[in-house]
Every structure is written in structure tokens, then in C-alpha cells.
């Protein structure tokens, strides 16, 4: 089973934090673990996938990195 991490921000403290749940706690405030408030929001959070899958080769990439070349790899 796969569960989703959620990252938070403490709008008191400013502290970020990870929330892993479903979709729901996304939209619960959040106990903030450094000062224990509920002041929290959601952050949007991205994340990247690298490597090379068999159809990469097929077509040409925007920067010449399997990646497409939206990040700033040395690829």
C-alpha cells in the first residue's frame, strides 16, 4: 500500500513538516511537532523522477537529458 507524504508548514513558528496519510489529512490542520500549534497549511510539494526507459531513446528531449530538460542535471 502506498501512502502519501504531505508536507506542512507552522504558520506560529514556521517550522515544515511531513504529514503521511490519505488525501483527508491534507485538508486537516496539522499539529505543528516543534511549537504544538495548528496554525499549519499545506505545502505544494514536487518531487522528480529520473532514469531512462526503454522509450526515451525513440524521441529526442528537450535538453538531451532523459529528464526532458526541465531540471538542472548534467545530463
Request: proline content about 4%.
Amino acid at each position: 500500500m502506498v501512502v502519501p507524504i504531505y508536507e506542512f508548514s507552522c504558520l506560529s513558528c514556521r517550522h515544515s513538516f511531513d504529514v503521511f496519510g490519505g488525501y483527508a489529512s491534507r485538508d486537516e490542520r496539522q499539529v505543528c511537532p516543534e511549537c504544538e500549534s495548528t496554525n499549519t497549511r499545506a505545502m505544494f510539494s514536487t518531487f522528480a523522477v529520473t532514469g531512462k526507459s526503454e522509450a526515451s531513446g525513440d524521441s529526442p528531449s528537450a535538453g538531451g537529458c532523459s529528464c526532458g530538460g526541465s531540471c538542472a542535471c548534467a545530463n
